[in-house]
């Protein structure tokens, strides 16, 4: 089993910037791809950004230019630097790993970017 536990949501105004930060315990030798997803109000959960063992990444068209994904494999984070958010970046971001056999989720973390 893998535990992931998220950080660095908050209330920022838009055109600002934040930092998430996740960090992966337990089973993690077997953790290939981390990433980033959202789900705002009444809409299905959605694709933001995803990075690899070896650094590479993928990014939704939304955030692309504005949102960079990085991970640390000696430590097991994955960190999400959002800048020139935009109301619509408004949701709770979870964290994600991913291994040949499973997909874990973390608990969330809400940003919210006022207008």
């Known amino acids: 089993q893998v535990q992931l536990v998220e950080s660095g949501g908050g209330l920022v105004q838009a055109g600002g910037s934040l930092r998430l930060s996740c960090t992966a315990s337990g089973s993690t030798f077997g953790i290939d791809v981390l990433g980033w997803y959202r789900q705002a109000p009444g809409k299905p959960r959605e694709f933001v950004a995803i990075v690899g063992r070896g650094g590479n990444t993928n990014y939704a068209d939304s955030v692309k230019g504005r949102f960079t994904i990085s991970r640390d494999n000696n430590k097991y984070t994955v960190d999400l630097q959002m800048s020139s958010l935009k109301p619509e970046d408004t949701a709770v971001y979870y964290c994600?790993?991913?291994?040949?056999?499973?997909?874990?989720w973390g608990h969330g973390t809400q940003v919210t970017v006022s207008s």
């Open positions: 994600n790993a991913a291994s040949e056999y499973a997909v874990y």
